[in-house]
């Protein structure tokens, strides 16, 4: 029976690209001189410093776009708030989301459910799979799940025929 999984993964060696790609500009860019300001990536995500907070959300700015460009969805990414961390230094740090939740991934498997098609949508830990007996009942999910703009960055992988 065909069948394919829903999932939600980062690429982290693009992440890392990007983290040292945006590390690299803001040590070299006139308008950061100065102001001490660093990326770089930890076990729990991304991290920003700089000495003024206008400055760290240009920062924010110069991570995003390296990102995009090395098409890692900005779904995955949560946090960023700006705190001042004491000695006038400010800080925000972003988490990156790998996986699909629990929450997420029975909203999902009903969101299947409900388009009436004859396919079966169950969730296996992080991941939800698709199966159903015709190829182009698999098809219309993707199409619709893709249409949908979900809150996380959706892969549909191991498709099975």
């Known amino acids: 029976m065909p069948s394919f999984d829903v999932v939600s993964e980062v690429n982290i060696q693009e992440v890392r690209n990007a983290v040292d790609q945006a590390a690299r500009e803001t040590r070299t860019r006139y308008d950061f001189k100065g102001t001490e300001t660093g990326v770089r990536l930890t076990d729990e995500g991304i991290v920003l410093e700089s000495s003024s907070e206008g400055r760290l959300e240009a920062a924010v700015v110069v991570l995003k776009e390296k990102l995009v460009r090395r098409k890692v969805s900005l779904k995955s990414l949560s946090g960023g708030v700006p705190r001042e961390v004491g000695g006038s ?57 893709k249409e949908l703009d979900y809150r996380l960055p959706l892969q549909y992988v191991n498709y099975r025929d």
């Open 89 to 145: 230094r400010f800080r925000a740090a972003f988490a990156l989301h790998q996986g699909i939740d629990q929450e997420s991934a029975r909203e999902l498997a009903k969101l299947v459910r409900d388009l009436k098609l004859k396919v079966q949508a169950q969730v296996h830990g992080d991941r939800v799979r698709v199966t159903g007996k015709k190829r182009d009942d698999l098809q219309q999910v993707i199409a619709m799940l």
